[in-house]
C-alpha cells in the first residue's frame, strides 16, 4: 500500500506539474495491478480531470478473445480458472477488490483415501507470544504423491495436507509443542524426510535446539526481498490450489479448520492471521515450485495396509492430542 500510494503521489505532485503548456497531452498507457493503483486514481477523476477511457480486455464483452492469434481463447479460460488474479487484473483490467478472498474453498480436493505417498515432510511457522491477536504457532505434515486418474497415472504431484496444529504457547515450550509432533508425524507410514522451519527469531531458537534430533534434517526457510512481499508469496501459490494440486483426506479432522483459514487470506492482507498459509505456501514452494526435495528411493512400503495404518495413524494422534490439550 505504501508502495502503491507513493507512485500516486509521485503523478500528483511531480509528473502533474511538468506540462508546458494547457494544451500539453496527458496520456497513461499501462496495465491494471490492483484496485486502488494509479489507473484507478486516473479513472476515478481524482486528479481532477475527465478522462477519455480506451480500455482493452483479453476476453471482450461478447465473449471473444481481443487477440486469438496471441491469446486463443481456450488458454485464456485456463489463465482465468488456474491465475484469477493475475487475469482479472493484467487481461481484463479490472482487479477483483483486494479484500477479497484469494483461495476458495472448492480448490481443495478432498480425497476418498490417503494417496500412496513417495515422501513426506514437516512445515513450521512460529509465533513470538501466545497472545490471541497475534499469529499462532502452525506445524503442518505433507506428504507428495503422484495424482491418479482412473487408475493410471498422470506425471503430475500432488501436495497431501496430513496433518496441522495450530496452537499459541510461549516461546519457552515451543520446542517440547514440536517434537510431540513429529512424534506423531513418525506413527505414518512414511516418515518425514525433513522439517522446514521459517528462521526468525523464534524459529531461530526451534533450529538450534533440534539440531541434535537424530534422523531429521532441518531447512532453514528465510524470508528475502528476493522471496517477495507476503501478499506476493500468496499470489504465487494461487495457480496450484487453484490447479487443485492441494488435497485433505476427506473427514481429517484439520481439513475444516485449513480450508476455513485458507478461504480468508486476502491481497491486501486485512486478514487477521496467515500462520497455516505460510504453511502451505513453503509447502508449495519447496514440493511444487522449486521441487527442492529430491525424490529418493525409499523402502518399500506394504501399501495394501496403509488404509488400515491410516486409521490407526488417526485414532492415535487423537488420544495423543486429546491427552496433551484436553479434546
Known amino acids: ?10 503523478y500528483r505532485e511531480t509528473i502533474q506539474q511538468r506540462a508546458r503548456g494547457v494544451n500539453v497531452p496527458y496520456i497513461f498507457i499501462g496495465q491494471r495491478l490492483h484496485e486502488d493503483d494509479l489507473a ?17 480486455k483479453g476476453i471482450d464483452e461478447a465473449g471473444n478473445s ?26 481484463q483490467q479490472n482487479p477483483i477488490p483486494a479484500g477479497g478472498a484469494l483461495f476458495k474453498k472448492d480448490w481443495f480436493v478432498l480425497l476418498p483415501e490417503t494417496p500412496k505417498m513417495l515422501f ?46 495450530e496452537i499459541r504457547i510461549e516461546p519457552k515450550d515451543l520446542s517440547d509443542e514440536f517434537l510431540s509432533f513429529y512424534s506423531d508425524c513418525m506413527l505414518f507410514p512414511v516418515k518425514p524426510l ?8 523464534t524459529g531461530v531458537t526451534l533450529i538450534s535446539t533440534l539440531q541434535d534430533v ?12 528476493a522471496s517477495g512481499s507476503k501478499t506476493q508469496r500468496f499470489i504465487e501459490m494461487q495457480p496450484y490450489i487453484a490447479s487443485k494440486l492441494v488435497s485433505f483426506t476427506d473427514g481429517a479432522r ?11 487470506i486476502t491481497a491486501n492482507d486485512t486478514h487477521k492471521h496467515d500462520d497455516i498459509a505460510d504453511n502451505c505456501y513453503d509447502a508449495i514452494k519447496i514440493a511444487l515450485i522449486d521441487k527442492t526435495i529430491v525424490r529418493k528411493e525409499i523402502e518399500h512400503v506394504d501399501y495394501s495396509a496403509l488404509a488400515k495404518n491410516i486409521t490407526s495413524f488417526g485414532q ?3 488420544r495423543i492430542k486429546g491427552k496433551a490439550y484436553g479434546r
Request: include cysteine; charge should be negative; charged fraction near 25%.
Open 1 to 10: 500500500d505504501t508502495i502503491r500510494q507513493s507512485v500516486i503521489e509521485n
Open 40 to 56: 484507478a486514481y486516473l479513472l476515478r477523476g481524482d486528479d481532477g480531470f475527465e478522462w477519455e477511457r480506451v480500455i482493452i
Open 66 to 91: 481481443f487477440y486469438p492469434d496471441v491469446y486463443p481463447l481456450q488458454n485464456l479460460r485456463i489463465k482465468e480458472e488456474r491465475d484469477p488474479y493475475v487475469f482479472a487484473s493484467q487481461f
Open 120 to 165: 513426506t515432510f514437516i512445515t513450521a511457522d512460529t509465533a513470538e507470544t501466545d497472545k490471541s491477536y497475534n499469529d499462532a504457532t502452525a506445524f503442518s505434515f505433507w506428504g507428495v504423491y503422484e495424482i491418479e486418474n482412473a487408475g493410471q497415472k498422470t506425471g503430475q504431484y500432488g501436495l497431501h495436507w496430513l496433518n496441522c496444529w
Open 194 to 201: 525433513i522439517a522446514a522451519i521459517e528462521k526468525k527469531s
Open 214 to 225: 537424530r534422523g531429521l534434517q532441518i531447512m532453514d526457510v528465510k524470508r528475502t526481498k
Open 254 to 264: 484439520h481439513a475444516n479448520m485449513c480450508i476455513e483459514h485458507m478461504s480468508k
Open 316 to 318: 492415535r494422534v487423537d
